[in-house]
């Protein structure tokens, strides 16, 4: 088996036990008590990393990483390029158009009683929240840094980077849990499928 399918191996089974963790949590809990018990573990410090992690994992890390490619003359590059554009229509057309009236959490909640943290200066959507674009970009960005890397204990540190841009959502009250759910297997799917279809013949050995 070659190093990078070795490294496939290792991000599905950190796929796998996000989902599982994330798809418990969702059916053990309604909306609210979801929502409340990530909301009430809340820090000015908190707010800051959380903001940071989710601002670079949709557009700014990705291009950074697609110019490294680039840069490299990758056999990666292509691939891609191609799994970016097809995972970014995949969730634009979800949220514009099958889920285009789902509803994020501070409107979901609109009304009720009930005092929430929200991060100060941090714009709040009200829709399009399934799924998680960020969060599928970032399984998406992932999934292709762990190729490159080639090592089982950096794609673990790689992964837990993933998993807190999926947290980081639900924390500054973008996204509901099963957002992030849906939004890492897009990402990692369209990322998998594309990435064997041109895999090159040294890599399926």
């Given at each position: 088996m070659s190093p990078r399918n070795k490294v496939v191996i290792c991000y599905l089974s950190g796929l796998i036990f996000f989902e599982v963790v994330v798809l418990t949590y969702v059916f053990s809990f309604d909306r609210l008590d979801q929502m409340s018990l990530i909301n009430s573990f809340h820090s000015p410090e908190a707010d800051f990393l959380f903001k940071i992690i989710s601002s670079g994992a949709e557009i700014t890390i990705p291009i950074l990483f697609l110019g490294y490619l680039i840069w490299k003359k990758s056999d990666l590059l292509k691939s891609y390029v191609i799994a970016y554009i097809f995972s970014t229509l995949i969730v634009q057309f979800l949220k514009l158009i099958v889920f285009k009236d789902a509803l994020r959490p501070l409107a979901y909640f609109k009304?009720?009683?009930?005092?929430?943290?929200?991060?100060?200066?941090?714009?709040?959507?009200?829709?399009?929240?399934?799924?998680s674009g960020h969060t599928s970009a970032a399984w998406f960005m992932c999934f292709w840094i762990s190729l490159v890397v080639k090592k089982p204990f950096l794609t673990r540190l790689i992964i837990f980077y993933a998993i807190l841009v999926a947290y980081s959502r639900v924390y500054l009250f973008q996204h509901f849990p099963v957002d992030t759910a849906v939004g890492a297997m897009i990402g990692t799917s369209v990322s998998l499928l594309v990435y064997y279809l041109n895999v090159s013949k040294s890599d399926i050995k």
């Open positions: 009304g009720q009683e009930h005092s929430w943290h929200i991060v100060q200066n941090l714009l709040i959507s009200e829709y399009n929240s399934m799924p």
